[in-house]
């Protein structure tokens, strides 16, 4: 496929699609890795190239990936048709793999406050490290949500931050007073903008400029370690640990949809799985028949 094209598609699906930036380029790679794979172009590309290319790759990559390259090839066909290159979507004869519910890993309340205080305040990013973990539980954000936080849209008055997420579209989020207080501490330590795209960004690196998603990613990954959780972290962990505890306590779904920035509540309801699961496994733990023996069948006719 030639840059143009590709470059063209990627311009819909951010302008017309109003695609984040991480899905555009996921998006991308996909489609050009496809048509770099199968030797097709985008008029010639059929349902059984398509199942072809996917049945290769399914060595490689798991149900989730191979779901996501259908969707960015669907995505793409339906923009060749949009622009009058051809009149039919190959993707409608090809089968997505069905996928189980997903349970993502949450961690307790004890383990949260574990890593808070694994963060040695006294060290040159201390300060800014206990202040994104505090946001991350305490507001639920996306790590993308939070590398861009800006400091005009923190109301500490009013006690929320206005975020905009997925598709630009803005939310309001409560922010609790201690996270308010761990920005304000790292704010007197911030270090010097570098530049006016800085001045504005609250979480920024040594050098003064906005922090990437892959620190953010490496500082939850150190924390959790010297916090001595062996669980596989990520800083969307946060994201659905809080989801999760709201939920235990007592919230409503919607309000956490909308603090999620949720555009279905159907992945909401993922939290209420996570908390059934929890409880599950509480009750079968403290159950009182935990331990009894199962006897084998020839035990079973004598008695």
Request: aromatic fraction near 8%; include cysteine; charged fraction near 25%.
């Amino acid at each position: 496929m030639d840059e143009r094209t590709l470059k063209d598609f990627r311009y819909w699906l951010k302008v017309e699609r109003s695609m984040s930036p991480n899905t555009v380029s996921a998006y991308g790679s996909d489609v050009a890795e496809f048509f770099e794979q199968s030797g097709c172009d985008a008029v010639s590309a059929n349902s059984d190239s398509i199942n072809d290319y996917l049945a290769k790759r399914s060595r490689d990559i798991g149900k989730r990936s191979q779901a996501r390259t259908i969707s960015a090839l669907r995505s793409f066909f339906n923009w060749t048709i949009l622009e009058g290159m051809r009149k039919d979507n190959p993707c409608d004869g090809v089968d997505a793999p069905k996928l189980g519910r997903y349970l993502p890993d949450v961690l307790s309340v004890e383990e949260i406050e574990a890593i808070l205080d694994s963060v040695d305040l006294k060290s040159e990013t201390g300060l800014r490290d206990r202040a994104i973990l505090e946001v991350l539980y305490g507001c639920g954000l996306r790590v993308s949500e939070l590398a861009t936080l800006k400091l005009s849209d923190i109301y500490a008055d009013q006690g929320f931050v206005r975020i905009i997420g997925k598709g630009n579209k803005q939310r309001l989020v409560p922010i609790g007073g201690m996270a308010l207080q761990c920005i304000a501490a790292y704010m007197e330590d911030r270090p010097e903008p570098d530049g006016s795209e800085s001045e504005d960004i609250v979480f920024l690196n040594r050098f003064g400029r906005p922090l990437s998603r892959i620190s953010v990613f490496n500082m939850v990954k150190k924390q959790t370690l010297l916090a001595g959780i062996r669980k596989s972290i990520s800083p969307h962990t946060f994201r659905h640990s809080f989801a999760t505890h709201m939920i235990e306590n007592g919230a409503d779904l919607r309000v956490v949809q909308e603090m999620l920035g949720h555009e279905s509540i159907l992945t909401t309801e993922i939290y209420t799985h996570i908390d059934s699961s929890t409880w599950q496994a509480n009750i079968l733990d403290h159950h009182p028949r935990k331990n009894a023996v199962i006897l084998d069948d020839n035990e079973m006719k004598k008695s």
